[in-house]
């Protein structure tokens, strides 16, 4: 009798343990995949804002078009202060501020940067969202400061303007509908 609970005993425990292990690699590997898919969308906002420098197509263009004159940059991230560096020599729209939502120790040489939900926000004619997670939580937020529009939303309103085409080397499908949430137009 003793020796078959210590059998059972451990076999429970060598079931249990590789419920355990693979509970583990499963997390580990949903992680994983969302890391993946989140750079993969990086890269495909970044390839497609090279493929419009190359063209010759700026970023004020559109703002100019939808008559903003003023534009704050939510996320001061790679994305936030590429957006920054192509508008701060602009004579047709200003980035007024910048803001942030998770990188609160975020800071800039020229730029005043706000806390989401810790300051109050002034005012601008729209809130360009650099972020590429949470965009329609983020737009919610900011929509008491200016009107909230999607950086993939920028990029994919230049590419239709311009007719860049996959065959041009847009990619094709981009961007994604759900990627291009804030645009209420």
């Known amino acids: 009798m003793k020796k078959r609970m210590a059998v059972l005993t451990a076999v429970l425990g060598a079931v249990s343990g590789g419920v355990l292990v693979k509970k583990v690699w499963l997390e580990k590997y949903r992680r994983q995949k969302a890391e993946l898919e989140a750079a993969g969308r990086e890269r495909d906002l970044f ?27 939510l ?20 980035v007024v501020f910048g803001v942030e939502a998770d990188n609160y120790a975020a800071v800039h040489e020229t730029l005043d940067i706000y806390r989401l939900g810790d300051d109050p926000l002034p005012q601008a004619d729209c809130v360009v969202i650099c972020d590429l997670e949470r965009v329609s939580e983020k737009a919610a937020a900011v929509q008491t400061c200016g009107e909230p529009v999607a950086l993939a939303q920028v990029l ?9 085409k996959p065959w041009d080397g847009a990619i094709k ?6 990627r291009n949430e804030p645009d209420k137009r």
Request: proline share 3%.
């Open 156 to 164: 994919a309103w230049l590419l239709e303007r311009h007719g860049i």
């Open 173 to 178: 499908g981009w961007p994604p509908e759900e």
């Open 75 to 94: 996320g001061m991230n790679r994305e936030g202060r590429r957006l920054f560096a192509g508008l701060k020599d602009s004579e047709m729209v200003s």
């Open 47 to 73: 390839y497609t804002w090279l493929l419009l420098e190359q063209n010759g197509v700026e970023l004020e263009e559109y703002f100019s078009a939808h008559g903003y004159k003023t534009a704050a940059i």
